[in-house]
């Protein structure tokens, strides 16, 4: 049998403005009209062609149904969760939920390297772009013509992998590579009646309305423009710092909780608010399709969603049902609520009694994991949930527990913590947020490779030595205001998407780095858009400061062409004597105030625009608050821009060189 190609690089031919002179880039959002470059983001030696990569991710798609037993409409669904950066990963996740897990940095890696391929039959747009706007158009429509996307989508994707490759003219040719015969075994096998799939028809080769003619690029802005003009909807949690506070109340007020303790809890707060999201997103992608997220990250997450009145609500709902056994979403530390749900019950089995909680076959059963950890708890426990905006959250001050001793630790009488047993009164919800953060920190470690083993000395490598708390500056003025019209609010959905993509690969190398001991360096994020670092002690030549310089490099490197350049505010704080965690994050978080207060002092003479604040509605223009010079910050010198404006240099304070 022979493969027809041609009809997708017909129907590409002569469609206006292509991308480069080789027609291969995209344009780079993050730059004035440059190009991007497709071989930063994918090596074809170290990674091998995409579309194996791709058939690999169809394969072990971690599901009851294999791929090729689904309908043309699931297919779909797969094939371009793993264009947009949505495919389904080891243990059902998302890469954005693990986003420094190896696995999702690869996968996110080869959605950038589609958003910086022009598109055959969009050239106007990123091959990501376009197949994003495709799959939501027919979405909006009710999936009419799946099997004329699925062919479309796949080979618009052949074409695309092919460019990227090879020269044009090898991709001109009409015959199918390995690759290309291998993905379409993957999506459709070769059992009879799925030859048409193997067969191009080139008038076929288009995007089909649903009465069957073509669907033109304004056709489609347009349609998509309706629908997401009044349809945007955007979930962020708030107050998360206040509530991690909350929640580890009992450090403040002096109990003597082991270190590890009260680390667990830490993090296990910041996971919980990470799982929140690994959640909606699961929701969003299953209800909605990948292509009607807009934005994912930074903390908040926004899509789009047509006529559906109650959106708030339903998704409010999904959140607080989070913890509970679901079978279409698992939990990502479902393991760990099943155990403690058990083994709470155990230790409180006067209280949850055994005729009452528990099933036929002996386990807890539905009633206990909602009375334990179901909506109403939820809804209780999880900090405020802001819908499109909305302002004017305030956390409850009262404990979440009055009886629980970690809620509530003036009830504690002072016994030591030492074993889980000794816990004496406390809350479902503490021992889960204890658990799931002690799985945290044995999962961030888990899949470093890199980094130094000789000299590992195990009592080291379970002691914090030091902290850095960074944030980002003006954001807001980073990825822009301007949403309308159409171009500018996907020039935006681009800016977010490649941001998160290569923020978190950035990240990822630095947690896996040959220059510290092994599994020595420790990331979480505790607010949406700021970053805590922890290094474990063994690293005489290694420091924070050296670890921030090169996330500075890195930051700067990927985002070269962009006028203003990324840069941060950070503190860091080391341990002079025995402080607890707490005391050394919080000094952190005041000294990375303090580098803040000085980047906007030295923005406001080298480039005040990064430090005006524009209110929409007064029509003002303001300068920013806490504006202050501070002596004894260090600004991070890149050798590498040597003609850098000195408001996008990095800053740095460094809290033991104040006490010196
Ligand atoms: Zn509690």
Redesign the pocket.
Known sequence: MEYNLQGVFVVAAGRGPVADSDNIAATDPWSNGKFCTPEDHWNLDDDGCPLLYISELLLNWPDNTPTVDLDVEGKIERLVGIILGYPKISRGMYPLDWPTHPESVKALRLSLLFDSISCDMFPEWSFRTSISNIHQVYWLDGKHHSKNKCKTITYLLFKVVRKFKTNIEESNKSNLAKEEIILLSRLHSSSNNSRSFWEMDETNLVIKNPHGSEYTIEDIKSKIDDVVKDNDHEFKITKIHDWIKKMTLIDTVQYPLPESVRHNMISGCSVIIESIFANLRNTIVTTFGASSILTDGGGRIRFYAEHDKNIEDKIKKSIYNTFLINNEVTHPFNNIIMENVEMYRDKYHTKYKDELYKNKRGMPNTELFSKLIGEDVAKDLLPPISYNKSNNFELSKKP??PS?H??NPVAWNGEPWEKYADWGQ??F??KLIFEIGKSAKKRDISWRKKGKYVDLKVDEMFQIEAIAVMDLNSLGIMFGGKEEPFEYRMLKIRKSFRFNAQWWKIISDILDNNELKFGSLTAWVAAGDDLTLALRKGNEKYDLIMVLQEIDEKLKWAFKDNDIKFSFGAGVARKQNKEPILSLIKQAQSAEKKAKRHWKYRASIYDKQLVIVHDFETKEKKIKENIEEIVGCTVLDNSCYSDMNEAHKSIVYNLEVEEE
Request: proline share 0%; charged share 10%; aromatic share 12%.
């Open positions: 979440f527990d629980c970690l809620c406390h809350c919800a503490h």
